[in-house]
């Protein structure tokens, strides 16, 4: 059974800190991974999708990268910013089905 | 990017009543709808997928006669808590897959349930 698990839980930085956050899943066999903010009280926003046979991705200041076969991910925020502040997780798809196995997620606090 | 609508956004209800959860995609036919829920402080865990037309699939330790999923267009599909109790109190996301397509999932904005 897959399990995915984000670490650390929580996290509080100052603005501007370069930041890491990580995602290990238990079975490499996946479809492709994805990487989603949640904002408190609200749904989910996409942030990047990575193919299973993809290294990374990048979009402005975030960039993700996929090591399948270690079972791991990290999502890396560049320049953070206050509104930066939500709970990052992360998601594996098995199959074409597209269902996603979540992560607990990562929540993240940038300071002014 | 895609538009997906619940509604209500949040409902706060009685013990024993049921609850009606509404999603749309309102630019695209969803042909699979995934329904998940968030347990305070917890991640998304899939309740079900349904596809148009037919019955949902329910994953394990979901009871699919507490919770009744219909998929009766490729617009809109519905999940009722039937006799809600005060530990369905989550919040519920849905998500419609685009058709055809594999791309991004697109999340509805989520429907915060409490039962008192």
């Known amino acids: 059974k897959q399990e995915v698990t984000q670490i650390p839980a929580a996290l509080s930085v100052p603005e501007g800190e370069n930041l890491v956050l990580n995602c290990s899943f238990t079975d490499s066999a996946i479809y492709n991974l994805q990487w989603f903010r949640q904002d408190p009280g609200k749904g989910l926003t996409s942030l990047l999708l990575?193919?299973?046979?993809?290294r990374e991705q990048t979009s402005g200041r975030l960039n993700a990268s996929l090591d399948k076969s270690s079972g791991r991910s990290t999502l890396y925020i560049a320049a953070s910013q206050p509104g930066d502040s939500a709970t990052y997780l992360c998601?594996?798809?098995?199959?074409?089905?597209?269902?996603?196995?979540f992560g607990s997620g990562t929540r993240l606090l940038v300071r002014p | 990017g895609a538009v997906v609508s619940q509604h209500p956004s949040r409902v706060i209800c009685k013990s024993g009543t049921s609850v009606k959860i509404e999603c749309r995609s309102l630019d695209f036919q969803a042909t699979t709808m995934f329904w998940y829920r968030q347990f305070p402080k917890q991640s998304l865990m899939l309740m079900a997928t349904?596809?148009?037309?037919?019955?949902?699939?329910?994953e394990q330790g979901v009871e699919k006669d507490k919770f009744l999923i219909n998929h009766a267009s490729l617009t809109l599909s519905t999940l009722t808590v039937t006799s809600a109790h005060p530990e369905d109190s989550s919040f519920y996301i849905c998500?419609?897959?685009?058709?055809?397509?594999?791309?991004?999932?697109?999340f509805g904005p989520g429907t915060r349930l409490l039962v008192l």
């Open positions: 349904s596809n148009e037309g037919s019955k949902a699939t329910y």
């Open positions: 990575i193919q299973s046979s993809q």
């Open positions: 998601a594996v798809i098995m199959d074409s089905s597209y269902k996603l196995i």
């Open positions: 998500t419609p897959r685009k058709q055809g397509v594999r791309e991004t999932q697109y």
